[in-house]
């Protein structure tokens, strides 16, 4: 029997896809991936975030997408203090950590394997000496804050220094306020964590058993504390940083509140992980790496809301931070930005830091 024109184009159809998924199973089956160090994963990154690091250890426990990512940086030595977050912090964690040895690495995976809490922490590696950082010779917390960040796979993240740790029921309260409060037709809005320390004068470096013996782990623990003068706010020193959040307000309420912005107010805070106006990366080590995001925040009219029923507290250490010598270069760097982006508000950047905009396209000319 002759076949017809139709069977015979049927059944080179029918060939072709056999032989296209010989050829697809054929060429996957070959690929060899090594250590999870060495896993370049390809993943979905936030608006104006690129990848740059190889040395990714990825999360293996999934979390809904509509709860919060705690992301955070710190070099390799405070690996301490990402295990307590661990405990504190019952959903996924994304970190950058500054590696200065190959050794350091090996350290942090045995814990990596051992630990089961870090099943819900993905940890990005950077080296002090990789070439693209060459321009960063001080510790680039910006540019870590972002790699952190880009880690996230939730709908929101908290941007959290490491040395702030959050009480064990902020994940779920702060999950639970950023679905109601930061949702797409909220997208201009934030949630400001307030933030707390024992008073002056007791702060001086804690390890683990000290820091455990006074770390708080509800809101009514922080308002005897507060009435005890045991905590205060976090640098009640500087109003301008944290005290816009209004803590006497805090204590009282039970529901979120508005606050306004103002120079130099720089809170820790939870936003939609898609947020494109990211940290400004030229600023390394002390000084102005934060108040100049929050700086960009308001420029775009964001809302600042408090959470009230979450929070976070210092865990006191060393002094060692230091203000990078290229701080002057990046503020004028930063400045140069924000007038280009938002012109209309060149007269303001610099009534703001007193200076004029002919001086400011003078000291931003780039070599």
């Not at 200065?100 to 690495?105: F, V, W």
């Not at 002056?200 to 013996?213: A, D, I």
Request: with cysteine; hydrophobic share 35%; charged share 20%.
């Amino acid at each position: 029997m002759y076949l017809t024109v139709f069977n015979r184009f049927i059944i080179a159809i029918v060939l072709m896809q056999f032989f296209l998924n010989v050829y697809i199973v054929k060429h996957y089956s070959q690929q060899e991936y090594e250590s999870p160090h060495e896993l370049v994963i390809e993943q979905e990154y936030p608006p104006c975030y690129e990848p740059r690091n190889p040395y990714l250890w990825p999360a293996t426990e999934n979390f809904p997408y509509s709860s919060v990512t705690f992301s955070t940086q710190c070099s390799s030595n405070k690996l301490t203090r990402l295990m307590l977050l661990t405990k504190r912090w019952k959903g996924p964690i994304s970190i950058a950590v500054y590696v200065h040895e190959e050794q350091d690495i090996k350290d942090w995976w045995e814990f990596y394997c051992e630990d089961g809490n870090f099943r819900r922490v993905s940890i990005s590696f950077v080296f002090p000496d990789d070439p693209r950082f060459e321009h960063l010779p001080k510790y680039p917390v910006n540019m870590l804050r972002n790699i952190g960040w880009g880690l996230a796979r939730t709908e929101f993240v908290a941007l959290v220094d490491v040395d702030h740790l959050p009480d064990p029921n902020s994940y779920k309260a702060l999950s639970i306020l950023a679905q109601e409060h930061l949702s797409e037709e909220h997208s201009r809005n934030l949630l400001i964590i307030p933030t707390f320390e024992v008073m002056e004068g007791s702060r001086e470096y804690m390890n683990q058993t000290t820091l455990l013996s006074v770390i708080p782990n509800t809101k009514e623990e922080i308002i005897s504390g507060m009435n005890s003068k045991t905590y205060q706010y976090f640098h009640s020193s500087f109003y301008n940083a944290y005290g816009r959040t209004n803590y006497n307000k805090w204590i009282k309420t039970s529901t979120p509140y508005e606050v306004k912005y103002g120079i130099d107010f720089e809170p820790y805070v939870v936003v939609r992980t898609n947020l494109e106006v990211k940290f400004y990366e030229c600023f390394c080590g002390f000084a102005m790496n934060y108040n100049t995001w929050s700086a960009e925040l308001n420029l775009n009219t964001f809302k600042w809301l408090v959470a009230p029923n979450a929070f976070l507290f210092h865990w006191a250490h060393e002094r060692h931070g230091v203000i990078s010598d290229q701080i002057h270069d990046a503020k004028a760097g930063w400045i140069h930005k924000m007038n280009s982006k938002y012109p209309v508000k060149s007269k303001h950047f610099a009534r703001l830091y007193k200076t004029t905009p002919k001086t400011l396209d003078k000291m931003c000319k780039l070599k």
